[in-house]
């Protein structure tokens, strides 16, 4: 890999003018060495805005596109970090400790480890690092070693430390704050610890603050810029469908949107609601929102903890929202949340699923106190008076609540559009609490 600087110099100086059919004479008149080290060169074959930027910074944040190429990005600035000459080059000293964190251990060795655009696929075969899933960690030949954490986790980072860390897609980590909070904190090993962070935008407000920091530096980009390597019926298709959405120009041309017309509630009217401490509540409740299946691609378990104190004022405490959940494990999860926060009453959505509902929460606690739910409206129907209880501020989000909130700010009730779990389990503990009895003395002071 030695040959690669004096490659790419070359290059420049032989080929950058030349036609296609002139470039390929060109490559068909190097040595099989000199191939091989073209093969594996980013800094030959990456466009400009794919490389990593100059100066001293602390986050490299790369906001774009599906398809931009942000995988390659992440997974080449790794291999930098690792084979060039650079101070976390293992030999003087233990070796370096770098970070991958993905979503969910499934995203990072599909995608980051061993996907089309991976490490793994990226590397050459002399440095190619051996990947040990049993111990969630890749090792290279000169002892570098990179651990894998799933941001679902965010408790896993919290004891490591790393010189260096890849951060991919992390404006859909459900607990994103806290693991983006734990992994900077790790980030002090060497002289230079330094992070990329690859995603697709999304209106989260961690996000837009750290893009806001000094120390980051974001590059944009669009699917388009990367069509040269696209199936042409795919950019065909995602034009047809998206172009002049606002979810084209999120998903597609990496832009960040933040306010969606039609949706009940914006980031200030939910920023003004927030608050740190929680006063005196006399009533406490956590809605559920049963999916009406399990697995990978079922629809998530919202979970909502919310009280009231003597004024009126409605706080949400807590969201506890999983996916993926077998019926007793989220029921479980239920029940601690019923516990923990000495909860009067577990609300339950019995639309999906009806007395199945009740019978695995009694499973996993017997004795808690239960009421069924049933809509007899839709959702916009139901969250509008909420809504407005927000408008009036008369709900107070403690703390941040980024995947809930999310859905609070794109949630139209359009035809197609996914079903907002938290938000309705938010709904349903909010409705209880300040609405749910019309002789309620806290409703007269609505």
């Known amino acids: 890999m030695s040959a690669a ?21 060109w ?12 093969i594996y060169d980013w800094s030959f074959w990456a466009r400009p805005n794919q490389l990593a930027p100059q100066g001293d910074w602390f986050c490299w944040l790369v906001l774009a596109g599906r398809g931009f190429g942000k995988t390659r990005m992440g997974a080449e600035w790794v291999r930098l970090l690792v084979e060039g000459p650079t101070p976390l080059t293992a030999g003087s000293g233990a070796p370096a400790r770098l970070a991958l964190v993905g979503d969910s251990f499934a995203d990072i060795r599909d995608v980051m480890v061993d996907g089309e655009s991976g490490i793994l696929a990226c590397s050459p075969p002399s440095h190619r690092p051996v990947f040990e899933p049993s111990r969630r960690r890749l090792v290279w030949p000169n002892g570098t070693v990179a651990y894998l954490y799933s941001a679902n986790d965010p408790d896993q980072l919290r004891g490591p430390q790393h010189h260096a860390a890849w951060a991919d897609e992390i404006a859909k980590w459900h607990e994103g704050e806290r693991a983006w909070s734990n992994l900077v904190l790790g980030l002090r ?13 999304r209106p989260v407000g961690w996000l837009k603050r750290l893009m806001a920091e000094p120390s980051t530096v974001t590059v944009s980009g669009s699917t388009l810029d990367n069509k040269a390597h696209l199936a042409p019926q795919f950019l065909k298709e995602v034009e047809r469908l998206y172009s002049g959405t606002r979810l084209g120009a999120q998903e597609l041309d990496g832009r960040l949107i933040d306010e969606i017309a039609g949706a009940l509630w914006t980031r200030d009217l939910i920023e003004a609601s927030r608050i740190q401490k929680t006063p005196d509540l006399h009533r406490i409740v956590v809605a559920v929102d049963p999916p009406a299946s399990h697995g990978e691609n079922a ?20 969201d506890a929202s999983c996916q993926g959940l077998r019926p007793y494990q989220w029921a479980a999860r239920v029940a601690e949340r019923y516990a923990a926060f000495d909860a009067d009453r577990v609300l339950g959505e019995a639309n999906n699923g009806g007395d199945m509902v009740e019978a695995v929460l009694r499973q996993a606690a017997p004795d808690l106190s239960y009421r069924a739910v049933r809509a007899s409206r839709g959702k916009i129907a139901r969250a509008e008076p909420v809504a407005a209880l927000y408008e009036r501020g008369l709900v107070r989000h403690v703390g941040r609540f980024d995947a809930l909130e999310d859905e609070m700010c794109s949630y139209t009730g359009s035809t197609g559009q996914h079903s907002p779990d938290r938000l309705d389990a938010m709904v349903w503990a909010v409705t209880e609490l300040a609405l749910g009895r019309p002789s309620s003395p806290h409703l007269r002071r609505l």
């Open 5 to 25: 600087p004096s490659m790419k110099s070359r290059v420049e100086r032989n080929v950058g003018h030349l036609s296609s059919q002139a470039v390929a004479r």
């Open 27 to 38: 490559v068909a008149g190097l040595s099989h060495e000199e191939a091989q080290a073209l």
């Open 189 to 201: 090993l060497g002289g230079n610890p330094r992070v990329v962070a690859t995603t697709t935008p």
């Open 299 to 318: 629809d998530a378990c919202g979970i909502v903890v919310a009280g009231i104190d003597d004024t009126g004022i409605v706080y949400l405490l807590d």
